[in-house]
């Protein structure tokens, strides 16, 4: 069963940057989708980045690309989501996601069925 534990959130004033963690566990090879997800009050959940554990591939949100980036350590089971620019639409709870570990991933995937384990949010909160 594959766990996922996010870090990292906070509130930051427009312009400034924030760096989120996941630390992820039950995962026995690197062919897999790790994802960011964000959730604004009244909005439908909508993908932010994706990677691919295996070759550290990443695809983007158009809203974000140029601004953010996700990575990994590899040694410690963790990705990440480097936040620069914050505007206060970037201010949701974000949540990272990974595809179950008996899913095959050979490239990123930012569609939000693909991914059936979820950490719990970290809450983002950009002010003007």
């Known amino acids: 069963q594959v766990h996922l534990l996010e870090s990292g959130g906070g509130s930051v004033q427009a312009g400034g940057s924030l760096r989120l963690s996941c630390a992820a566990s039950g995962y026995t090879d690197r062919n897999k989708c790790m994802a960011w997800f964000r959730q604004a009050p009244g909005k439908e959940r909508e993908v932010v980045a994706s990677?691919?554990?295996?070759?550290?591939?990443?695809l983007y949100a158009d809203s974000v690309k140029g601004r953010f980036t996700m990575s990994q350590d590899t040694a410690a089971n963790t990705v990440y989501l480097q936040m620069h620019s914050l505007r206060p639409e970037d201010t949701a709870m974000y949540y990272c996601?990974?595809?179950?570990?008996?899913?095959?991933?050979?490239?990123?995937?930012?569609?939000?069925?693909?991914?059936?384990?979820w950490g719990r949010g970290t809450q983002v909160t950009v002010s003007s």
């Open positions: 990677i691919l554990l295996l070759t550290s591939e990443s």
């Open positions: 996601a990974g595809v179950q570990s008996r899913v095959y991933c050979d490239a990123p995937v930012l569609d939000i069925y693909q991914y059936g384990a």
